[in-house]
T-cell receptor, first 111, second 113 residues
Framework: GENVEQHPSTLSVQEGDSAVIKCTYSDSASNYFPWYKQELGKGPQLIIDIRSNVGEKKDQRIAVTLNKTAKHFSLHITETQPEDSAVYFCAATPFDYKLSFGAGTTVTVRA | DAMVIQNPRYQVTQFGKPVTLSCSQTLNHNVMYWYQQKSSQAPKLLFHYYDKDFNNEADTPDNFQSRRPNTSFCFLDIRSPGLGDAAMYLC????????????FGSGTQLSVL
């Protein structure tokens, strides 16, 4: 099955700086790559996703890039704010459902 | 306008006492999932229903069962909870065929005493 590795496990940034989280996947057939944000005591929420026919996608301060050749994708958060502090999970799937998750990155934005 | 609703939000049970967690959805998605999430870990898939077809993950203990009486509802039954089953249980739904965005509920935090 698909195996997703996520780095770093923790990330501390100064408010206003950028944060980057990277994931690699093992199955070259994977075609859907979402990112989830989970706040303490809540379920994960989808924040952005990308499909394999697209190299980059942006939504306000959040962007995701995909390198199919290298089998890795990254989440970029610009101009970080305190409310960006959370755990972020990447995921991938070669099917049209049933995601494989990375281990998560705890992001702390320092005021 | 909650789309995936889990009840209860917190559940306390005793060691060995059966417990049922519930999930309902208003999205009319054909796939429903149950995940177990322990502190500081990624969600771990226990099983999912693709319509009425039940799909168990290979490493899901027999202690965990599920029922899906209709499209909207799905239940997680833990027959004999152990201390190691204390966790957040997340229900999620998705469509298929290009609509596979996963929508999670807020979770049920299970404590086992």
């Amino acid at each position: 099955g698909e195996n997703v590795e996520q780095h770093p496990s923790t990330l501390s940034v100064q408010e206003g700086d950028s944060a980057v989280i990277k994931c690699t996947y093992s199955d070259s057939a994977s075609n859907y790559f979402p990112w989830y944000k989970q706040e303490l005591g809540k379920g994960p929420q989808l924040i952005i996703d990308i499909r394999s026919n697209v190299g980059e996608k942006k939504d306000q301060r959040i962007a995701v890039t995909l390198n199919k050749t290298a089998k890795h994708f990254s989440l970029h958060i610009t101009e970080t704010q305190p409310e960006d502090s959370a755990v972020y999970f990447c995921a991938a799937t070669p099917f049209d459902y049933k995601l494989s998750f990375g281990a998560g990155t705890t992001v702390t934005v320092r005021a | 306008d909650a789309m995936v609703i889990q009840n209860p939000r917190y559940q306390v049970t005793q060691f060995g006492k059966p417990v049922t967690l519930s999930c309902s959805q208003t999205l009319n998605h054909n796939v429903m999932y149950w995940y177990q999430q322990k502190s500081s870990q990624a969600p771990k898939l226990l099983f999912h229903y693709y319509d009425k077809d039940f799909n168990n993950e290979a490493d899901t203990p027999d202690n965990f069962q599920s029922r899906r009486p209709n499209t909207s509802f799905c239940f997680l039954d833990i027959r004999s909870p152990g201390l190691g089953d204390a966790a957040m249980y997340l229900c999620a739904t998705s469509g298929t065929g290009g609509t596979e965005k996963l929508f999670f509920g807020s979770g049920t935090q299970l404590s086992v005493l």
